[in-house]
């Protein structure tokens, strides 16, 4: 897998989102595949729109696939009949697709007749469906919960994948520094989260990752608060956490600018969240246990004093989720690997002071790591943008 910049070592353009390579969708099937038996499994039914998505292209809202070790089937119903086939084909997959008018159930109970052992997707399957699986659709057959099986293929991302990733942070890293100086005309966090929104539409994003959280003076002191009606002012903390989305998949960043003098705390809160978030991202290589990620940044913030003050762990991986596999937290089995894509997000939070988070979303390759945003750390909305 490569881990290179898609680009080559030419600087990545806003442009390049109508030339994207490829994705490699058609041999996600075959990879997944190999998973079955230590599962216990000969057929896997996946529900999650996520993941019916990674392994067939299809983005309706409403499916199912089926994987046996011969066949990848997409049961989908009439609103999607075009689509499902077009987008299918446009990937490349090898798959059936089956249009269920009313009677989903007849096919896929036909599909998986011969297959003894069915899996379900634990995390995505209510209990009400379990029952109906395994009392009405397979009575006779073993109907077994998995856990992550496609969650875990997609950890590793492939060219094609990254550079989604990486365009998607592009038009974050542009949008910020288009919308820096605003910060100094007194808007309200409502205001300048939509109006940083717009500019990452209007760059090429599809939508936001997720809603943007603008969080100024004392709010930023709540890790995750919605933007408010609170006016910006000199000597406030503004935490910025907000990604973009292409093609599906999701960038993340968090910077924290200060506007105007902020007080000593301030400063100081800015240089070890920062020096935190440095010694993470540094620390990342393959075969580092996430939980030790973890332990770095802590380790820093501790020996500031402020290790209660740092609330929520320290990263997770991004792709089609803006959170998915891996956790980097101190709770975290996950050991890195080659292709996954986190983030560092080491923060402070005190009321009196508000927050201060420091994030970037980063890839594992062969030699540690390779960040994927790049807005520059300097806290001043005047500074100049990135470094040349
Ligand atoms: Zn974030
Ligand atoms: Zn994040």
């Known amino acids: 897998m490569t881990t290179e910049s898609f680009t080559r070592g030419r600087p990545l353009e806003l442009s390049d989102i109508g030339s994207l390579p490829a994705m490699d969708v058609a041999a996600r099937a075959d990879r997944l595949r190999p998973s079955f038996s230590a599962a216990g499994i000969d057929a896997l039914v996946v529900t999650n729109p996520v993941n019916i998505r990674y392994l067939t292209s299809f983005t309706g809202s409403a499916g199912v696939v089926l994987v046996t070790s011969e066949e990848l089937v997409l049961v989908t119903d009439g609103r999607y009949r075009d689509q499902a086939a077009d987008q299918v084909r446009a990937a490349g997959v090898d798959a059936r697709v089956e249009i269920s008018s009313t009677a989903q159930r007849e096919i896929i109970t036909a599909v998986l007749a011969d297959q003894a052992r069915v899996g379900l997707e634990a995390d995505h399957v209510s209990w009400s469906m379990q029952l109906r699986y395994t009392n009405e659709w397979f009575p006779d057959h073993t109907v077994v919960p998995t856990i992550a099986l496609v969650e875990t293929l997609r950890r590793s991302k492939d060219a094609g994948e990254l550079a989604r990733i990486e365009l998607a942070a592009r038009i974050a890293d542009e949008s910020l520094d288009l919308m820096r100086p605003r910060l100094l005309e007194e808007p309200t966090e409502q205001e300048f989260g939509r109006e940083l929104d717009m500019t990452m539409r209007s760059l090429g994003a599809t939508r936001p990752s997720f809603e943007t959280i603008v969080a100024s003076g004392p709010n930023g002191a709540r890790p995750h608060a919605r933007p408010s009606d609170r006016v910006i002012r000199v000597g406030d903390l503004v935490v910025l956490d907000f990604g973009a989305v292409v093609d599906g998949y999701c960038s993340d960043m968090t910077r924290t600018l200060a506007v105007g003098e902020v007080s000593a705390t301030a400063r100081r809160m800015l240089e070890v969240v920062t020096t935190a978030q440095a010694a993470g991202v540094a620390a990342i290589r393959p075969g580092i246990a996430a939980r030790d990620v973890d332990a770095v940044c802590r380790a820093v913030i501790a020996d500031a004093g402020w290790a209660d003050a740092f609330s929520h762990g320290t990263g997770h991986g991004v792709g089609l989720d803006i959170h998915e596999a891996p ?28 927050g201060v988070r420091v994030e970037d979303t980063v890839v594992v390759t062969t030699e540690g790591c390779r960040p994927l945003t790049h807005s520059t750390k300097d806290p001043t909305p005047t500074a100049r943008p990135r470094p040349a």
């Open 327 to 354: 956790g980097v937290g101190s709770t975290s089995d996950a050991t890195l690997v080659v292709g996954d894509v986190v983030t560092v997000e080491p923060g402070v939070y005190l009321p009196e002071h508000g």
